[in-house]
Structure formats: structure tokens, C-alpha cells
């Protein structure tokens, strides 16, 4: 299961980088520690609300 969350981050994080022309070595080097660790919370939390959804979803069509 937490391999489809990996993806969904993945594509949206590139999708993103991609529509603003945002080269990724060049962001990864002008970002600073706490912007970093902010970036990692929110690709967290962004994981637990996919497991939660695809949870619900699966429960729900078994139903």
C-alpha cells in the first residue's frame, strides 16, 4: 500500500516543479534546513492522507 503514495507525491512534486520551469539541483541548494524539514512534514502528512483515502475507499467498495 505505500508504494501508491510514494507515486502520487512523486508525480505531484514534479508536476508541480515542472509548470513553474523549477530545476530541482538548483532548488535542493538554495533551500535552507528548516525549509527542507518543512517540505519532508508535508510529504508526510500528504502520505497518511492518501493511506487514509485509499483505506476508506478500499473499505468502502467491499462493502
Request: aromatic residues 4%; without cysteine.
Amino acid at each position: 500500500m505505500s508504494a501508491i503514495p510514494d507515486k502520487v507525491v512523486d508525480l505531484l512534486v514534479s508536476e508541480v516543479f515542472r509548470k513553474n520551469n523549477v530545476n530541482i539541483d538548483n532548488a535542493k541548494s538554495k533551500l535552507s534546513d528548516e525549509q527542507k524539514q518543512a517540505i519532508r512534514d508535508l510529504v508526510e502528512e500528504l502520505k497518511s492522507q492518501v493511506d487514509t483515502f485509499v483505506k476508506e475507499s478500499s473499505s468502502s467498495t467491499k462493502e
